[in-house]
């Protein structure tokens, strides 16, 4: 059984900065892939941000060179740096890993949501 908390979410003025973290927990054998999604009121779930096993990240346009998606493997954590904050980047933020409990399967896990709410 794994589980993925999320922590750090909170309201903030615009311009300001948040870090959101996520840890991985349970029977894990390797995680791969790790990702931040969100999802604002009325709309659907979106990818912000990505990052491989092997450090490799992938980010959604609208967040390109203000969030900063890293991962801690030593402890099954992955961040995002989220700076330069927008009122659009108002949305419940969920943690998504790709974690194999052995050789033959692999799951997606999803955290539990974190509400971030930027203030203009």
């Known amino acids: 059984q794994v589980q993925l908390v999320e922590s750090g979410g909170g309201l903030v003025q615009a311009g300001g900065s948040l870090r959101l973290s996520c840890a991985a927990s349970?029977?894990?054998?390797?995680?791969?892939?790790m990702g931040w999604y969100r999802q604002a009121p009325g709309k659907q779930r979106e990818l912000v941000a990505a990052i491989t096993s092997g450090a490799r990240t992938n980010y959604a346009d609208s967040v390109k060179g203000r969030f900063t998606i890293s991962r801690d493997n030593a402890k099954n954590t992955t961040y995002l740096q989220m700076n330069s904050l927008k009122p659009e980047d108002t949305a419940v933020y969920y943690c998504?890993?790709?974690?194999?409990?052995?050789?033959?399967?692999?799951?997606?896990?999803w955290g539990q949501g974190a509400q971030v709410t930027v203030s203009s």
């Open positions: 998504n890993a790709n974690i194999q409990s052995n050789w033959y399967q692999r799951y997606d896990y």
């Open positions: 349970g029977s894990i054998f390797k995680i791969n892939a």
